[in-house]
């Protein structure tokens, strides 16, 4: 089945404790973004890849670092979390070729931080 | 001025009827358009690709007015099944990936 996985799907920390959230898709897809979610704020991306070793801010990176060492999988690391940070994220993927290619959003992932 | 903006309703409307949701968008330069649905706290899912001659897809149709920098859901003979929150998407910039998401605009179809 074509998906976007992430773990984990919940996660209460507290400030300070490095974290990361993994994101995998087995589409074949060049790229993937993620996204935090906030009441009234609605969606806004964080990091973007395009391929492997290619990665680009989106509009909120501070705080954040990715990497993309393999094509299917796209971690989002948070080395000192902030209670800021609570939010729901959303890992995405698509075909790079046209921009009217649908993205594929991976389930979310819940992150409180204490 | 927010690059992407909807009304967040809630539009309650009965079954069967007609609603139509509008998206303004800031950057005259965009060029790609979408409307993704988004059930409660779930993963948003593509609902349309918004063309610029407009397009249809069963009860859904998505038109976009580059003079006025809008777009548009129609959505006739609302199901219940229909209620959810509609996310207004933009590619402000051609060549890149980055992704201007509206608040959203929710819908309660009621019986």
């Known amino acids: 089945e074509a998906q976007v996985t992430q773990n984990p799907r919940y996660l209460i920390t507290v400030t300070g404790k490095k974290l990361t959230v993994t994101c995998s898709q087995n589409?074949?897809?060049?790229?993937m973004s993620w996204y935090r979610q906030d009441p009234g704020l609605g969606l806004r991306q964080i990091y973007y890849?395009?391929?492997?070793?290619?990665?680009d801010k989106g509009d909120v990176p501070e705080g954040y670092k990715v990497s993309r060492k393999e094509k299917r999988n796209f971690p989002l690391i948070l080395e000192s979390p902030s209670p800021n940070q609570t939010s729901l994220y959303f890992c995405?993927?698509?075909?790079?070729?046209?921009?009217?290619?649908?993205?594929?959003f991976g389930p979310g992932t819940r992150l409180t931080v204490l | 001025r927010k690059e992407v903006e909807q009304d967040p309703g809630p539009f309650n409307v009965p079954e069967g009827a007609t609603v139509a949701f509008n998206c303004t968008y800031s950057?005259?330069?965009?060029?790609?358009f979408f409307w993704y649905r988004q059930d409660c706290r779930k993963e948003p899912k593509l609902l349309m690709s918004?063309?610029?001659s407009g397009n249809e897809d069963g009860r859904f149709t998505a038109q976009l007015n580059r003079a006025s920098q809008y777009i548009s859901l129609l959505i006739r003979d609302s199901k219940l099944s229909d209620s959810a929150t509609y996310l207004c998407?933009?590619?402000?910039?051609?060549?890149?990936?980055?992704?201007?998401f509206g608040t959203g605009t929710r819908l309660k179809v009621l019986a």
């Open positions: 995405a993927s698509k075909h790079r070729g046209q921009s009217y290619n649908e993205q594929f």
């Open positions: 589409m074949n897809h060049e790229y």
């Open positions: 890849s395009m391929n492997v070793e290619v990665t």
């Open positions: 950057n005259s330069a965009s060029q790609s």
């Open positions: 918004v063309y610029s």
């Open positions: 998407v933009v590619n402000p910039t051609s060549g890149t990936y980055k992704y201007i």
